[in-house]
């Protein structure tokens, strides 16, 4: 081959792989969830690339800091990812952990998880009620040596955190559902849960300073007094666009992070995305001036809770 014609093979090359190359966004996250700036802070990685010709998806692809697979789904949006179709996370020993399916960001028809050897754990069926929640049903619970613990939604299981390190809850499944005492320890809180037929009819847990909690529904997330309508109400009157944003036609969508205190203050508010500085900064200010939340509730006692909103700015013309 003679120069030259070595010299247009190697541009023809490059120029294809330029045209072809997927524009990507990179991101560090901490295991629970919180983006941090430098990789070495970082417990794993995020890579969002734009969606492949005849697809709205993102491609989103998260690995461990060896370069190993953690997981690897679509997305509706660039980020934080709200996952649509199929969905397959792992181990860090390479190991599957989860096959699932999403639609906007909720699972849906049936998920498969697997203990750290290889062997399955769960096998789950999933559906969305018309109030948008969330229903699921136990069909199979296995131990780690593939012994059946429920068969055909029956039987008594127990299970365990993400590490596999200690037994977060047991009980027994009923027709794929909760059923009677279930016994457990989350967030330092021990309780016992009363159950017929899936729903919570009593619980009652206990801290480590022997305080007593009674409740009938696990969780409550902290809300604007008034409601989220209210609150959105309470941007729209507040928010003022950014004037050099306003006449150069600047929009975006600050997803905004904060702690609502056991006492309904906000703490440690941020901006996660990348957005303009001046829409981040007004999205601060108005989330900084916000009346106090009403705290969330686990098992009866109130609790620091991390919330998102994303905050509009958005011109009509």
Not at 46 to 52: A, L, Y
Not at 89 to 101: D, E, F, H, I, R
Not at 178 to 189: C, I, P, Q, S
Not at 265 to 282: F, Q, T
Request: glycine fraction near 10%; aromatic fraction near 14%.
């Amino acid at each position: 081959m003679n120069k030259l014609r070595f010299l247009l093979l190697s541009f023809l090359v490059v120029g294809f792989t330029s045209a072809n190359a997927q524009r990507q966004n990179m991101y560090f996250l901490k295991n629970n969830g919180q983006y941090v700036k430098l990789r070495d802070s970082a417990d794993y990685l995020r890579i969002v690339k734009e969606p492949e010709q005849g697809s709205d998806l993102y491609i989103v692809n998260e690995h461990y800091l060896d370069g190993n697979n953690k997981s690897m789904g679509f997305s509706s949006r660039i980020d934080p990812p709200l996952y649509e179709g199929q969905y397959v996370s792992y181990y860090k020993n390479g190991k599957k952990k989860m096959v699932a399916n999403y639609k906007k960001g909720k699972l849906i028809d049936t998920a498969y998880t697997y203990y750290p050897n290889g062997k399955l754990y769960t096998v789950v069926g999933y559906s969305v009620a018309t109030d948008g929640t969330a229903e699921k049903y136990f069909q199979s619970v296995k131990d780690s040596t593939g012994k059946d613990l429920v068969l055909n939604g029956n039987g008594a299981c127990v299970f365990y955190d993400s590490n596999f390190k200690m037994i977060t809850e047991s009980g027994n499944i009923k027709n794929g559902l909760y059923d009677g005492v279930w016994a457990g320890y989350e967030a330092k809180l021990k309780y016992k849960d009363t159950y017929a037929n899936g729903k919570l009819v009593s619980g009652e847990s206990t801290d480590t300073d022997g305080s007593i909690y009674t409740y009938t529904k696990v969780d409550i997330l902290p809300q604007f007094k008034g409601g989220m309508e209210r609150f959105y109400k309470y941007l729209g009157k507040t928010i003022r666009y950014p004037d050099e944003c306003y006449r150069a036609g600047i929009q975006g969508k600050p997803l905004v992070r904060f702690t609502v205190l056991k006492d309904g203050s906000l703490k440690d508010i941020r901006v996660m995305n990348g957005v303009h500085p001046l829409l981040a900064a007004e999205a601060l200010r108005v989330i900084k001036a916000s009346p106090a939340w009403e705290p969330g509730v686990q098992r009866g006692k109130p609790v620091n809770v991390v919330f998102n909103v994303p905050v509009s700015f958005t011109l009509s013309r």
